[in-house]
């Protein structure tokens, strides 16, 4: 299996400008998870799916931030307009939904490190 | 709610010492609990897990127990390595999962 795919590995931007980060999840795992890791914060939970259904967006920062995730194979973290306090690494993690309860194994992709200039 | 605690860092030591990175946890039910270790510009991967009381988790001579009665999850290693140098995340499943803080290890020559 190649693991968690994420795309672009490195984007650099402006502040203001929109930024796309994508994600395609291991086949056949149902849960799917958005973090971002600082110095200053570590690693934060932004969102994350069960069966491609948003579950739970409390992490997410503010409204700039939206995600996405329109078929099982592939998920969008959208920033609109971008800050340069965004910057950070972004991982995705997929897993498989255990029960009600919990999840079983995280899976992390190589992450997206965003510099917002 | 669920939680995970782990030693702050960093910690520091020479090759071939032994490692304790303390992890303990709350939880109102019966998670699986997981040690992750992320090494420099790459994500975090698996480095072991235990799904019930006094299981062990053991991989690259690292190992940790569920203990149940003192809710703990210390990963161990009785001899430490160069490449040993990472940040070691110890975890719980639940929904979510719940993450420690991290604990940086480097490990010197």
């Known amino acids: 299996d190649a693991g968690v795919i994420q795309s672009p590995r490195h984007e650099v931007t402006e502040m203001g400008q929109e930024v796309t980060l994508r994600c395609k999840p291991i086949?056949?795992?149902?849960?799917l998870f958005w973090y971002r890791q600082t110095m200053m914060r570590g690693l934060e939970l932004l969102i994350y799916?069960?069966?491609?259904?948003?579950?739970?967006d409390s992490g997410m920062p503010e409204d700039r931030f939206s995600a996405k995730m329109p078929n099982a194979s592939f998920s969008t973290l959208k920033i609109q307009p971008s800050e340069p306090r965004d910057s950070a690494v972004y991982f995705c993690?997929?897993?498989?939904?255990?029960?009600?309860?919990?999840?079983?194994?995280?899976?992390f992709g190589p992450g997206t490190r965003l510099t917002v200039l | 709610g669920d939680s995970v605690t782990q030693m702050e860092g960093p910690v520091t030591l020479s090759e071939e010492a032994c490692l304790t990175i303390n992890c303990t946890y709350t939880a109102t039910g019966y998670p699986s609990l997981f040690w992750y270790v992320q090494y420099p510009g790459e994500g975090l991967q698996l480095l072991l897990k235990a799904t019930k009381a006094d299981d062990k988790g053991s991989n690259k001579g690292f190992e940790a127990t569920y203990r149940k009665e003192t809710t703990s999850f210390h990963l161990e290693k009785g001899s430490v390595q160069v490449s040993d140098s990472a940040v070691y995340f110890c975890?719980?499943?639940?929904?979510?999962?719940?993450f420690g803080t991290g604990t940086s290890l480097t490990v010197i020559p």
């Open positions: 975890a719980l499943s639940d929904q979510p999962f719940y």
């Open positions: 086949s056949g795992h149902n849960s």
């Open positions: 993690a997929s897993s498989s939904l255990l029960d009600a309860q919990g999840t079983d194994t995280q899976y």
């Open positions: 799916f069960n069966n491609n259904v948003p579950i739970d």
